[in-house]
């Protein structure tokens, strides 16, 4: 589903992302770990073109991002994305934020949109809002909004972006439970995380990510439990 | 001279400054407006990437903003003419000038407005599929407008003033009506008050709408 080698990304002359290379399948469900600074969201920005790529090859689904032949905003389409800080259109009720996407770029007409969307609200327990400002909703409502806002493009993958570290701690819940029963649905998904109890019952796989490179992937009992490289070894002590 | 000093020649200017109050609303409202379309295009040339567009833009803001607003009226009225040899009206050349002067302040204003709206608002858009014309045009540009609202609302009081500069072409607005009476009257005190209560006749409620926006704009 996702395939990434030898992924290089730099900000002028500073080598942000030095040399990725991993394989993503289809239903599985990523967590990315690692030091802040270390080029996890970057990574997760190159997966769906947000930042250019310097050097290196991304293919979702088939499609080559670093093509210039590829249409970028079909690829994005079918990425969801899903950000630390919600980004909702403040200027549109939470229905519009999610019909606008399936309006402009796959054409529904309204009509349709709507009946897509009032399930998506359904699903994320926020059916009754429909009608309210993105100003109106705790900082919980609004990240599962944007989460049904992404769903609403029926994407092939998911990809999350530290999306309870902007949350009270009260909060946290009601997007990881949304979170995890995509999950359970078979949603493809890439999830930069600090919620290491999240990622330890719902990964599938969890990548530690340190100054730019993969320094150790495997299965969550492996990195919590048994972690082989002495910086994952180190960053745990830290955070668990 | 102490004759003319009565209470008549209040009334007596009325129909003059009401011809010239609807001159000044006219140039102020169409030079305006089109001075909004110039400083959409402008502002949004602003923000290419492209450094030609970008260029032509500054250029021309730059050369708007570092000449005097009087200078512009006489190169369009007098200037361009000669060039052309097509002459303008006195209305067109006002109407052209308040559009060009104001076109470019507008266009700071819609640059600064679009680059208020938060980053993340491109990126959501475009990390749904969408282009960044569609999100700009459907997410990034309504915001910034409502932003726009209160310098727009600014500049159309400071370009209605402005218009009073053009009077220097004798063009039949509201300070031009009213130094015609004077002169012809000798009624300089009641004449230039008049013009003076014209203009805050427009000025005043234009600036409590803003304030009340505002004020609204700042609860939300
Ligand atoms: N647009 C940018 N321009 C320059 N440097 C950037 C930019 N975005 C991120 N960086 C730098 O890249 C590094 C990795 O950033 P990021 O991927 O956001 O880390 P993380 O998400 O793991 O905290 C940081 O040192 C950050 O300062
Ligand atoms: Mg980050």
């Known amino acids: 589903m996702i395939e990434v080698r030898d992924l290089h990304k730099s900000f002028g002359e500073t080598e942000v992302l030095k040399g990725l290379s991993t394989t993503i399948e289809e239903k599985e469900v990523v967590c990315v770990i690692g030091p802040s600074g270390s080029g996890k969201s970057t990574f997760l920005r190159c997966l769906n073109m947000l930042e250019d790529i310097t050097s290196g090859q991304v293919i979702i689904d088939g499609y080559d991002l670093t093509d210039s032949k590829t249409d970028i905003n079909l690829v994005r389409s079918e990425v969801g994305m899903v950000f630390q800080h919600f980004n909702l259109f403040p200027h549109m009720t939470v229905l519009e ?42 900082g919980g409502q609004k990240q599962r909004v944007a989460i049904a806002r992404a769903l609403a493009m029926n994407p092939k993958v998911m990809l999350f972006d530290e999306p309870t570290s902007a949350l009270d701690p009260e909060l946290v819940g009601e997007v990881l ?62 955070v668990l | 001279m102490y004759v003319f000093t009565t209470t008549n020649n209040y009334i007596q200017i009325l129909p003059d400054l009401w011809i010239g109050f609807l001159y000044t609303l006219l140039i102020t409202i169409v030079g305006v407006l089109i001075g909004f379309v110039l400083g959409a295009l402008f502002g949004l040339m602003r923000i290419s990437k492209n450094k030609v567009i970008y260029g032509i833009a500054t250029v021309y803001i730059e050369i708007v903003r570092g000449t005097p607003l009087l200078v512009q009226i006489f190169f369009i009225y ?43 608002q491109m990126e959501a858009g475009r990390s749904l599929g969408l282009s960044s014309r569609q999100t700009m045009r459907y997410i990034i540009w309504p915001q910034a407008l409502r ?74």
């Open chain 1, 97 to 138: 934020n999610i019909i606008l996407a399936p309006q402009k770029v796959r054409g529904l007409t309204k009509g349709e949109a709507e009946k897509n969307a009032l399930p998506l609200l359904g699903k994320v327990g926020l059916k009754d809002k429909a009608q309210a400002y993105p100003d109106s909703l705790s």
């Open chain 1, 177 to 238: 439970g949304v979170m995890k029963d995509l999950a359970q649905e078979g949603m493809t998904m890439v999830v930069v995380t600090h919620e290491m109890g999240f990622a330890k019952e719902v990964g599938d796989r969890v990548f530690f990510i340190d100054e730019g490179i993969f320094v150790e992937e495997g299965p969550p009992e492996q990195i919590f439990d048994n972690p082989q490289n002495e910086r994952t070894q180190g960053f745990l002590s830290k």
């Open chain 2, 78 to 120: 007098y200037g361009l003419s000669d060039l052309t040899g097509i002459n303008l009206d006195k209305l067109t050349a006002s109407i052209l000038a308040i559009a060009a002067n104001a076109g470019a302040y507008i266009a700071e204003i819609v640059r600064g407005a679009i680059q208020s709206v938060e980053k993340g």
């Open chain 2, 147 to 220: 932003r726009m609202i209160p310098p727009l609302g600014n500049q159309f009081i400071i370009s209605l003033k402005d218009t009073s500069l053009f009077s220097a072409i004798a063009v039949t607005d509201i300070m031009y009506q009213g130094r015609q009476y004077a002169s012809s009257t000798f009624a300089y005190f009641e004449s230039y008050l008049m013009v003076g209560v014209f203009y805050l006749i427009i000025t005043i409620p234009s600036m409590l709408i803003l304030r009340q926006y505002e004020r609204r704009f700042e609860r939300e």
